[in-house]
Nanobody, 126 residues
Framework: QVQLVESGGGLVQAGGSLRLSCAAS????????MAWFRQAPGKEREFVSA????????YYRDSVKGRFTISRDNAKNMVYLQMNSLKPEDTAVYYC???????????????????WGQGTQVTVSS
């Protein structure tokens, strides 16, 4: 089993930046794709970004392309989401996800991941 713990959320003004971190422990982290999802109040959880097990491939939802960057440090068992030019519509609880099939390139689908963090709140004020 892999355990995930997010950090780095907070309150920021529109146009500002935040860096989310996800610390992984348990199963061999480097074998698994990782992803970030988010859920705003009253809305379904949605895909934000994913990164392949090697870090060689990354994926983003259209609304965050050019503003968010996902990265990973397999030596430290860490995944990051750098969020720039934040907008009020980015306000949500952000979840780190991982696990699933080893050596996967990454997926937009939440069902591809079997480990989830507790979430970290990101609030962007206008």
């Amino acid at each position: 089993q892999v355990q995930l713990v997010e950090s780095g959320g907070g309150l920021v003004q529109a146009g500002g930046s935040l860096r989310l971190s996800c610390a992984a422990s348990g199963r061999t982290f480097s074998r698994y794709a990782m992803a970030w999802f988010r859920q705003a109040p009253g809305k379904e959880r949605e895909f934000v970004s994913a990164i392949s097990w090697s870090g060689g491939s990354t994926y983003y939802r259209d609304s965050v392309k050019g503003r968010f960057t996902i990265s990973r440090d397999n030596a430290k068992n860490m995944v990051y989401l750098q969020m720039n030019s934040l907008k009020p519509e980015d306000t949500a609880v952000y979840y780190c996800a991982g696990g699933g099939v080893p050596y996967h390139s990454g997926s937009y689908y939440s069902t591809a991941y079997d480990a989830w963090g507790q979430g970290t709140q990101v609030t962007v004020s206008s």
